[in-house]
């Protein structure tokens, strides 16, 4: 007992907690009381995983940078049966995200799951890329990244427990050749998801990531279908990309209290194609 008062304050009420009931089964997946934030939801690997914390039972809040697509996915969510609210911002305009976190925060209260999902593109080799071009790229994927959490946390209220989850990539892990700067941009986040881990666990804060291999989304399935990408898939241990929907049981698995003591991993997503050789 002695030992015990001797803990820091969040350990004591980790302890103190061990004595109620855990959920069980699958309530142990539930977002039921949980409000969720997803960034760049409004298509692709995003609008996945905001159906799936919605289904599971979530206060869903889809982002996204244009207006009309955050009303046509939070139309498309209704359409299924999915309550959802909207938020738009462009995550590069730092004032106006911090403005968007005050007003959703004053609508809904504290926002327990924040999935950084957004992220753009750029499959150029180095002398290729204008200083520009890298700058486009490091500052949406890295820079917004690092500035959402900051400004998120900074208005987590004490005590709240919450969790963060990053969508980074294979592509931050292992190099192509001609691929520059977006590989750096998700390496940075990884490690970025180790650094909140660390700092924030102590307040109850989680931090995980989660790294795609290639997913067929809309948007880049041609690109797959490629000739150059069949000796890629034949790499692959499962002989296939990833389907969208595929992500939503690790990325729901990693924001529950299913994963209440992961904290600080990153999770390849990615057929078991990475450790293929
Ligand atoms: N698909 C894959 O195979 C794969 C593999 C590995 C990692 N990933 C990662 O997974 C995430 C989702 O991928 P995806 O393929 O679903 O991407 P996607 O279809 O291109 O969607 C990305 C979303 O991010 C938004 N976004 C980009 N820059 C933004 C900004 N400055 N402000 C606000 N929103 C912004 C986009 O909005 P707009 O529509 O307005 O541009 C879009 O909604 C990304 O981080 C990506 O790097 C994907």
Not at 59 to 75: C, E, F, K, N
Not at 141 to 165: D, E
Request: aromatic fraction near 6%.
């Amino acid at each position: 007992m002695a030992r015990h008062a001797a803990l820091p304050r969040p350990a004591r009420r980790e302890l103190q907690d061990m004595t109620q009931a855990p959920p069980v089964g699958t309530a142990l997946f539930s977002l039921a009381g949980k409000t969720a934030l997803v960034t760049g939801a409004v298509r692709g690997l995003g609008l996945e995983i905001a159906r799936g914390f919605a289904q599971a039972g979530a206060t869903l809040i889809v982002h996204g940078r244009q207006p009309a697509d955050v009303a046509q996915a939070v139309q498309q969510l209704a359409d299924e049966g999915l309550h959802a609210h909207g938020v738009a911002f462009d995550l590069n305009d730092h004032a106006r995200v911090a403005q968007a976190l005050d007003e959703l925060q004053a609508a809904h209260g504290p926002i327990h799951v924040l999935c950084n999902n957004a992220g753009v593109r750029d499959r150029r080799g180095l002398q290729a890329l204008s200083m520009a071009d890298v700058q486009r790229v490091i500052d949406t994927n890295l820079i917004a990244t690092v500035h959402l959490c900051q400004a998120y946390l900074a208005r987590l209220p004490a005590g709240c427990a919450a969790s963060i989850l990053n969508i980074t990539s294979l592509q931050g892990q292992l190099m192509r050749d001609a691929d520059f700067a977006y590989p750096i941009s998700k390496q940075g986040v990884e490690t970025m998801t180790r650094a909140i881990a660390v700092e924030y666990g102590p307040k109850g804060v989680r931090c995980n990531a989660i790294a795609p291999g290639s997913f067929a989304t809309a948007f880049n399935a041609q690109l797959l279908d490629k000739p150059e990408n069949q000796a890629r898939l034949q790499r692959n241990p499962l002989r296939r990309w990833g389907q969208p929907h595929e992500i939503v049981g690790p990325a729901l698995f990693l924001v529950s209290d299913a994963a209440s003591y992961v904290n600080g991993v990153t999770l390849t997503l990615d057929g078991g194609y990475g450790m293929s050789f």
